[in-house]
Protein backbone atom coordinates (compact mmCIF):
# COMPACT_ATOMS: atom_id res chain seq x y z
CA UNK A 1 0.00 0.00 0.00
CA UNK A 2 1.61 3.42 -0.90
CA UNK A 3 0.81 6.10 1.09
CA UNK A 4 0.72 9.80 0.02
CA UNK A 5 2.03 11.32 3.07
CA UNK A 6 5.42 13.52 2.84
CA UNK A 7 8.02 12.34 5.16
CA UNK A 8 10.56 14.57 6.97
CA UNK A 9 13.84 15.49 4.87
CA UNK A 10 17.24 14.67 6.59
CA UNK A 11 19.41 17.07 6.89
CA UNK A 12 21.80 16.04 3.96
CA UNK A 13 18.48 16.69 1.88
CA UNK A 14 18.19 20.20 3.90
CA UNK A 15 22.22 21.54 3.07
CA UNK A 16 21.69 20.47 -0.59
CA UNK A 17 18.40 22.61 -1.30
CA UNK A 18 20.02 25.44 0.50
CA UNK A 19 23.11 25.42 -1.38
CA UNK A 20 20.92 24.80 -4.56
CA UNK A 21 18.79 28.04 -3.40
CA UNK A 22 22.43 30.00 -3.02
CA UNK A 23 23.46 29.03 -5.74
CA UNK A 24 20.54 29.97 -7.94
CA UNK A 25 20.89 33.70 -6.26
CA UNK A 26 24.40 33.63 -7.36
CA UNK A 27 23.50 32.78 -10.85
CA UNK A 28 20.34 35.56 -10.61
CA UNK A 29 22.47 37.57 -9.61
CA UNK A 30 25.49 37.34 -12.49
CA UNK A 31 21.87 37.73 -14.88
CA UNK A 32 21.25 40.77 -13.46
CA UNK A 33 25.08 42.17 -13.82
CA UNK A 34 25.25 41.06 -17.44
CA UNK A 35 21.53 42.26 -18.04
CA UNK A 36 22.50 45.49 -16.58
CA UNK A 37 26.10 46.16 -18.50
CA UNK A 38 25.80 44.29 -22.04
CA UNK A 39 25.25 46.63 -25.23
CA UNK A 40 23.88 43.30 -27.35
CA UNK A 41 20.11 43.39 -27.02
CA UNK A 42 20.05 39.71 -27.63
CA UNK A 43 22.39 38.73 -24.46
CA UNK A 44 19.99 40.97 -22.50
CA UNK A 45 17.02 39.33 -23.56
CA UNK A 46 18.38 35.98 -22.73
CA UNK A 47 19.49 37.11 -19.53
CA UNK A 48 16.24 38.61 -18.46
CA UNK A 49 14.74 34.81 -19.45
CA UNK A 50 17.08 33.08 -16.99
CA UNK A 51 16.45 35.94 -14.59
CA UNK A 52 12.78 34.45 -14.92
CA UNK A 53 14.06 30.41 -14.83
CA UNK A 54 16.46 31.04 -11.18
CA UNK A 55 13.82 32.87 -9.63
CA UNK A 56 11.14 30.31 -10.65
CA UNK A 57 13.73 27.89 -9.41
CA UNK A 58 14.32 29.64 -6.05
CA UNK A 59 10.54 29.97 -5.12
CA UNK A 60 9.82 26.05 -6.03
CA UNK A 61 12.94 25.32 -3.58
CA UNK A 62 11.57 27.41 -0.91
CA UNK A 63 8.21 25.93 -1.35
CA UNK A 64 9.61 22.89 -1.04
CA UNK A 65 11.03 23.40 2.37
CA UNK A 66 7.78 24.87 3.50
CA UNK A 67 5.77 22.41 3.02
CA UNK A 68 8.44 19.87 4.77
CA UNK A 69 8.50 22.29 7.51
CA UNK A 70 5.64 21.10 9.19
CA UNK A 71 7.45 17.11 8.99
CA UNK A 72 10.62 18.33 10.94
CA UNK A 73 11.51 17.29 14.03
CA UNK A 74 10.80 19.92 17.25
CA UNK A 75 14.08 18.90 19.01
CA UNK A 76 17.53 18.14 17.55
CA UNK A 77 18.32 14.60 16.99
Not at 42 to 61: G, W, Y
Request: aromatic share 2%; hydrophobic share 30%.
Amino acid sequence: MQSNQMQALSGKELEYIADTISNEDLLLKQCVATAATTQNEKVRQICMQHMQDHTQNMTTLTQLIQQHQQYAPTSPQ
